[in-house]
């Protein structure tokens, strides 16, 4: 029964029709469907693949740093894994995406969890002393509702496809239970990617996708888009 709450938790902070705009971004999977680098379901799912493994070891090290930090009580740890994150994101698109959902997630957690942890985290957010990317945010908030580690990892990354997925199903010709195929085959690999990525460090966050980032940077000119990365 003690896992019933965590449970809940990560239903209500983890569902894509939480209010933090995740709705307004596809993470580069507008520019890369434009590109015809993602053309139908095969490509479509190795592109959320490589997404999902790269935000792993980059976003999902962040998140975890975030929680130990949080759990430890030392805020300067957690700003410090904030900084390396955002200074990883290579584009603004993408440095765009992650603050601002970062903070929707701290003003989201404050009115809702509220408690000293995560107004200070809001307050440093707001006063910009810390960029509030948005897999800091979330390990910050499940780390004081005392989610696990490897559960609030878990959460960030399933997280990841579906908003992909979800912008696919308004970009290209996908059906419903496609998108569901992939998205189950993707949450296989959180499990492995948890044990890879928990024993590095911030030093070893690794950012190195080329094609995602000049993708990113055609889309901030293209003529038509219906996302906002």
Known sequence: MAAIPDLLHALQFGDSMFPVGAFSFSNGLEPAIQEHVVCDPGTLAEFVRTATRQAATCDGVALIEAHRGTRCGDRRRVQVADRALYARKMNDEMRTMTVRMGRKLAQGAERIVGGPTLGGWL??????????????????????????????FAVHQHGVALMMLG???????????????????????????????????????????????????????????????
């Open 167 to 229: 912008a696919a199903l308004r970009l290209m010709p996908l059906h419903h239970l496609d998108s569901q195929a992939i998205l189950a085959a993707i949450d296989e690999s959180v499990a492995d990617d948890y044990r890879y990525v928990s024993g590095l460090t911030l030093a070893d966050m690794s950012a190195f996708t080329p094609q995602l980032d000049v993708l990113a940077a055609s889309h901030v000119s293209a003529h038509v888009r219906m996302f906002m990365n």
């Open 123 to 152: 307050r440093e957010v707001t006063e910009e002393t810390t960029p509030g990317t948005y897999p800091v945010s979330l390990g910050v908030l499940f780390a004081e509702l005392g989610m696990a580690e490897p559960d609030a």
